[in-house]
């Protein structure tokens, strides 16, 4: 069974830095497209990020691409989101969301839930200013 848990939210200050951990579990393929979403209370679920293992591409939404790295460790299965500059509009619960299989780069497309088929629970980050 094809799983995926997020870690590392939490309560941090403005400015700060946060690393968020996606681990999968389940994959029969090293092949797969893992994008991070966000979505804040009375707010649309929106991408943020996205990571092709075929490729090692990535792709970031326009407002979090100065701020927002993606990475991953194929070898664990995990992807992580480091967050830098932390603002309060960043306060969310965030997910991560898997096409497993993949073998298409990262791109805008990937930022829209209708392409992943698994998702995690979410992990809450709340920024205090």
């Known amino acids: 069974e094809m799983q995926l848990v997020e870690s590392g939210g939490g309560l941090v200050q403005a400015g700060g830095s946060l690393r968020l951990s996606c681990a999968a579990s389940g994959f029969t393929s090293d092949d797969y497209t893992i994008g991070w979403f966000r979505q804040a209370p009375g707010k649309r679920r929106e991408g943020v990020a996205c990571i092709s293992s075929f490729d090692r591409s990535t792709y970031y939404a326009s407002s979090v691409k100065d701020r927002f790295t993606i990475s991953d460790d194929n070898a664990k299965k995990t992807v992580y989101l480091d967050i830098d500059s932390l603002k309060s509009e960043d306060s969310a619960v965030y997910y991560c969301?898997?096409?497993?299989?993949?073998?298409?780069?990262?791109?805008?497309?990937?930022?829209?839930?209708?392409?992943?088929?698994?998702w995690g629970q979410g992990t809450q980050v709340t920024v205090s200013s």
């Open positions: 969301a898997a096409d497993p299989g993949s073998t298409y780069s990262a791109g805008s497309f990937y930022l829209q839930e209708s392409f992943y088929d698994y």
